[in-house]
């Protein structure tokens, strides 16, 4: 259904194996120990319902990246400008993926008598797209008290990452 792999020496690296994609490798360092990564394309929900109707929300994020304390849902894509369409489509594909780990905390609790697995946890969302990482510090405006938190599909973190790069781990929670 979905590979999962561990990260080896606090690195996971995540491929996007669409012969188009020009954004194709990206390393994420310094991730805790305990970290795994999870391949999303593979997770489906059964076409009778949602075919038709909502089909579109049959698309997930690239990876789910876990560890002890939090989750990262990261997109992938080989696009240098920042569309509509494009802010609109990773937001249908979040919002899809919050749907499956709720399915997922029913299960564990309904099923397997289990606590919920993903609604303990902060889920950030986060796009990588082909860009050259520019850091700009402004030097008029002042720093937000309190920077929003790519907690919600709606407010996703957009990173320009260049293929082949290196990104904290640290960065994709939103920190410097």
Same mark, same amino acid.
């Given at each position: 259904?979905?590979?999962?792999?561990?990260?080896?020496?606090? =690195?996971?690296? #995540?491929?996007?194996?669409?012969?188009?994609?020009?954004?194709?490798?990206?390393?994420?360092?310094?991730?805790?120990?305990?970290?795994?990564?999870?391949?999303?394309?593979?997770?489906?929900?059964?076409?009778?319902?949602?075919?038709?109707?909502?089909?579109?929300?049959?698309?997930?994020?690239?990876?789910?990246?876990?560890?002890?304390? =939090?989750?990262?849902?990261?997109?992938?894509?080989?696009?240098?400008? #920042?569309?509509?369409?494009?802010?609109?489509?990773?937001?249908?594909?979040? /919002?899809?993926?919050?749907?499956?780990?709720?399915?997922?905390?029913?299960?564990?609790?309904?099923? #397997?008598?289990?606590?919920?697995?993903? /609604?303990?946890?902060?889920?950030?969302?986060?796009?990588?797209?082909?860009?050259?990482?520019?850091?700009?510090?402004?030097?008029?405006?002042?720093?937000?008290?309190?920077?929003?938190?790519?907690?919600?599909?709606?407010?996703?973190?957009?990173?320009?990452?260049?293929?082949?790069?290196?990104?904290?781990?640290?960065?994709?929670?939103?920190?410097?």
């Amino acid at each position: 259904m979905c590979a999962t792999f561990p990260s080896s020496g606090g =690195e996971v690296v #995540l491929r996007e194996t669409d012969k188009g994609a020009t954004l194709r490798e990206i390393t994420v360092h310094g991730l805790p120990a305990e970290a795994y990564a999870v391949k999303l394309d593979g997770i489906k929900v059964h076409k009778l319902f949602f075919d038709k109707i909502i089909g579109d929300f049959n698309k997930h994020g690239d990876y789910l990246i876990v560890t002890d304390r =939090e989750m990262i849902v990261v997109e992938m894509k080989s696009r240098k400008e #920042l569309t509509d369409k494009l802010i609109d489509e990773c937001k249908r594909k979040f /919002k899809s993926d919050c749907c499956i780990f709720d399915y997922c905390d029913s299960v564990f609790f309904r099923i #397997l008598k289990k606590n919920p697995f993903f /609604k303990g946890k902060p889920i950030y969302f986060v796009l990588l797209y082909q860009g050259a990482p520019i850091a700009i510090s402004p030097t008029s405006a002042k720093p937000s008290e309190n920077p929003p938190k790519h907690t919600d599909p709606e407010e996703f973190l957009r990173i320009p990452v260049a293929d082949n790069a290196r990104v904290n781990f640290r960065k994709l929670l939103g920190e410097k």
